[in-house]
């Protein structure tokens, strides 16, 4: 996509973290942007910021684990704005937890929920409409979606479930002009980390990860914003990423320990 500016694109979890970078990002070419995700009054802060830097912007609260308020997202952003362009799949959810101490197995159903079916659900009813423009579909999964992570099986489930689902539409939708862009950040400086689900299925309220040895969100919002105007595959953010998913082909074993020792070290 040469540029954005008056492009219509659709953001899940716009309201915090990398959703919240990227839209900010996005924003300095005056697109139009619809931003969807649970928390109305902070959704409001970042649709200002955006209208601040010369956005058109429409607020849409959506709880993207629900199949209708997805549906009223897309149908929403195309009475507003009469197409869509882009949709970006970035509402998420974690969980850090071993396996063997997990209390509540109901925390697997619910990443599963939001992390795979929140993309899913917005994608199939934006789908008729990126056909009409050629569009694009921009989905924020993780290097936990190319190998595994300890402590988080659930999360790491939810993100390879994303692969499995993207790589075989975007089988599916060639000939048809519409581009399918995965992202697999590795850690950033997000709320994601503290709301995570621990092993009782509460929030942890607190991030066990070193802050400052790991990626901001605005940097990784401008790999985001390059990737989408690239047309880009696929984005890995770390170079540990990139070597891991391809030394897991030859050499699995130190791939598990790249990743143990990373879990073990915060960053």
């Not at 970078?21 to 959704?43: G, H, I, K, M, Y």
């Not at 950033?188 to 995570?196: D, F, P």
């Amino acid at each position: 996509m040469a540029g954005l500016n008056g492009k219509v694109l659709v953001v899940t979890g716009a309201s915090s973290g990398i959703g919240r970078a990227l839209c900010l990002a996005l924003a300095e070419q005056r697109p139009r942007l619809v931003l969807a995700a649970r928390d109305a009054q902070r959704l409001g802060e970042v649709a200002a910021a955006c209208e601040a830097k010369g956005a058109d912007v429409l607020v849409v609260p959506t709880d993207v684990s629900s199949q209708a308020e997805c549906r009223r997202l897309v149908e929403s952003a195309v009475a507003r704005f009469k197409a869509i362009d882009v949709l970006v799949n970035n509402a998420g959810i974690g969980m850090l937890a071993a396996f063997d101490q997990v209390q509540d197995l109901a925390g697997y159903e619910t990443l599963m929920k939001v992390n795979y079916l929140g993309s899913v659900y917005p994608t199939y009813y934006a789908l008729p409409e990126l056909k009409k423009t050629g569009g694009q579909i921009v989905t924020i999964a993780s290097v936990a979606g190319l190998t595994g992570v300890p402590q988080r099986t659930a999360y790491s489930a939810s993100k390879h479930a994303l692969f499995g689902f993207f790589d075989s539409l975007r089988i599916e939708l060639a000939g048809t002009g519409v581009g399918v862009t995965m992202v697999a950040p590795d850690f950033v400086v997000s709320e994601i980390q503290k709301r995570a689900l621990g092993p009782d299925g509460q929030p942890l309220g607190q991030s066990p990860l070193k802050a400052e040895k790991i990626m901001s969100a605005e940097r990784c919002a401008g790999l985001i914003v390059r990737a989408i105007g690239r047309r880009q595959r696929l984005l890995i953010t770390s170079w540990r990423g990139r070597l891991g998913r391809f030394a897991k082909l030859v050499a699995p074993g130190l791939v598990d320990g790249i990743a143990r020792r990373a879990v073990e070290r915060g960053h």
